[in-house]
DNA sequence: AGTTAAACGAGACGGTACGTCTCGTCTTCGT
DNA sequence: ACGAAGACGAGACGTACCGTCTCGTTTAACT
């Protein structure tokens, strides 16, 4: 039996520009210039709409992750037959990316909500599309001996994924050949599927 | 030839203060709820102190890294000639502390810290001595033939880094066994020093 | 037609509290030590309430004035048909409580106060009460033919708060004796109401 | 010739120096917007050269009031025999420089410096030049008869003086036309010598 | 169609912290 | 010994947001 009561329903509207004005801060300005009271300004909306369906900025820059709203992510990653190759050209327009502002910014801009946000934190992996995406190809590629049967293909997507992370925050510019390079370095030695 | 002026000189009661009291509420009380009036207050300090001579919170955390007032860290990594166990030897510790309330607040705030001041990023590494301990173990198993000469000993440090903080960030606790296991898979099939 | 909006309304209880506490805290403090920081605390308010409503702290003064929160002013000057005699004794306590530690940090605070705000200045005389009462009594004199029919009473009024104001700045003490007398040559010769 | 002096002494050049700030300062500012800071800098002294010398900016301020390095006083109040039409003469420009911005400005600081250090009001009197001249002026008046022998000659010079400084902090702008009535008026009946 | 109660925009409120300014005291050099 | 320079602890400045709390208006489900 549902509840019921007379009233007006939640703003479909509202939600949606919230949720939009919380991203487009959030790239734009960063983490910690990134407000409540700025939000509710650019969404046209009074602050209380905000605390009456979201606990924290946290919690809207989470639901923007699910949402999808940061990273138009290449829909998969392509099985050619040779991961590492795979792996280079998807990997190489995500390190471009990277290496732009916008991105470094949205990078340091979730990297920051996720320290103060479990909720932020674990819906990291699914928002850089690494935890189905990448961890599929390496499924696909232990399927067919290019890696060995053991290869814990969750935890090496989200190795990348870390590493990945940490180059934005500790370097100018991550080195695309080098991090190429390592990556295949982790991958381990080249193994033909006949082998 | 040095540009001396007349005047009194630095503090260094004042330095040791600040960076006392940010040490101690940044690991207390986590990035932001860390200010630089509750700093100078514990320090008992006036604010104009502080940033007389710090741009930035960030730089605050920035200078207690250098300073190594975060991690007593194990000062070496030991080297027994078997790579596996010695790294073993060497996470086990780390991977619980970073379980601990303790450990996982400390490398939220830095993280956070991080991602605001790329200062700080830039030094994360150093921070939890990756950089030098790592890499040095990680060199001699080259030369002790148990890595391929090719292996990329400072890019693999930080991958363990970048992996550990990752791991903090997303999950509610690090798993220490599959952690190992991973990491015994990133560095590769074992060598024998003959082989 | 008012302008009307929807929201909360200002409040009368922090109008209050803000008032009330300036009115303290100027005469105790004096001009100069009265903060709004102080007047903020002092109400239990919000700086901000205080910023949203009065542009300055002499505004604050200004409307502490208008209240009348500084003087339980005699509420009429006399008339008994003798000029002289009511200005006496209108003028006495006066001068007393001028010669007080309260009378005169008050008269400072009050001129501090108007030399940094025109708005103060403005209503000065009105809060000595010398606007009315002095010149009402002294337009009653004129009609009775105590003082010449060109007297300009109003400026009379003005004059006499001016030399007030200057003996308690000038002065570590007014003389009142001499001051009544001064009061009393400044009318000019006394005339009987027959002329 | 040179300056010399073995063992440093008190530096003219130094009090100079702080005097004229003080003086440029406080008519450029106002009162409150004087600081020893600002000075200091102004001078190309040392805060504590102003410290070791005067107590506090009132002290400064009097003491340039006493040096008279505000008002170029007009030297005497002529005496043609005739006092309305000398003071008339002596006030009208004295009126106009009140009524000028920098009357004004100069007017209100000096009272508000004198509201929080007795020291400037107790010479106010005389940087006005109301004590000397004006009293002189009026002192001759008696003596040729043209102001009653009781006139408070003093005091009545105070009156004007306190007049003035009234109107200035209460109204934007001085009536010369009315306020040369009012003091007219105040002087009482016109006598001849003779009379 | 009218009633009714929640959701809405707006924004006032008591607070905390910001980064800057000046205070008056205190070193430290150089003359 | 004095003067310039300026670091220091202290604390107010005016602004920005916090999260909570009214307000009046709008709107949708239930009479």
Redesign the pocket.
């Known amino acids: 039996m549902t509840e ?8 479909a509207a ?2 949606e ?1 919230i949720l939009a004005a919380t991203a487009r801060l959030l790239v734009d300005e960063g983490w910690d ?1 990134l ?4 939000i509710a300004r650019d969404a ?6 905000i ?3 979201w606990p ?2 946290g919690a809207l820059v989470a639901e923007c992750l699910l949402d999808g709203r940061f990273f138009p992510v290449e829909p998969v990653v392509r099985d050619t037959g040779d991961l590492r190759r795979d792996l280079r050209e998807w990997l190489t327009p995500v390190l471009h990316f990277l290496n732009s502002p916008t991105g470094r910014s949205l990078v340091n801009s979730l990297v920051a909500a996720a320290t103060g946000e479990a909720g932020v934190g674990a819906h990291l992996s699914e928002a850089f599309g690494a935890d189905r995406l990448l961890a599929d190809r390496l499924r696909a590629a232990v399927g067919a001996g290019e890696l060995p049967p053991d290869a814990p293909v969750d935890e090496l997507g989200n190795a990348v994924l870390g590493l990945l992370i940490f180059e934005v925050l500790s370097k100018d510019e991550i080195d695309v050949t080098a991090f190429l390079r390592l990556v295949e370095y982790l991958l381990g030695p080249r193994r033909t599927s006949a082998g």
Chains 1, 2, 3, 4 share one sequence.
Do not use: L, M, N
Request: glycine share 14%.
């Open positions: 019921h009561r007379s009233g007006p329903v939640r703003s509202a939600r520009a210039r407000t409540i009271e700025g046209g909306v009074g602050k209380q709409t605390y009456r369906w924290s900025k």
